[in-house]
Nanobody, 114 residues
């Protein structure tokens, strides 16, 4: 089993920044994909992912504003969010994909006000 603990959400004014962190523990494999998803009322959407080797993908809506990174030694993934917009308001979930099996954190609320 894999456990994920997120931190770093909160309330921020538009144009501001937040940094999310997610620490993974348990049966962590050396080869996995860590990522962030978000859910406003409706479906859960991909925000960004990063492989063990550092290859990243981003949703078009966050490209140039958000940066995903990871510390493999600490099994931690980060999401630096800059130039936040009200439409970024959502619950952000950490995700680990290990050989097609997905694990989720409990979610952290990000609220951006104008």
């Amino acid at each position: 089993q894999v456990q994920l603990v997120e931190s770093g959400g909160g309330l921020v004014q538009a144009g501001g920044s937040l940094r999310l962190s997610c620490a993974a523990s348990g049966s962590i494999l050396s080869d996995n994909i860590m990522g962030w998803y978000r859910q406003a009322p409706g479906q859960r959407d991909l925000v960004a992912t990063i492989t063990s080797g550092g290859t990243t993908t981003y949703a078009d809506s966050v490209k140039g504003r958000f940066t995903i990174s990871r510390d493999n030694a600490m099994n931690t993934v980060y999401l630096q969010m800059n130039t936040l917009k009200p439409e970024d308001t959502a619950v952000y979930y950490c995700n680990v994909d290990q050989m097609g099996r997905h694990y989720w954190g409990q979610g952290t609320q990000v609220t951006v006000f104008s």
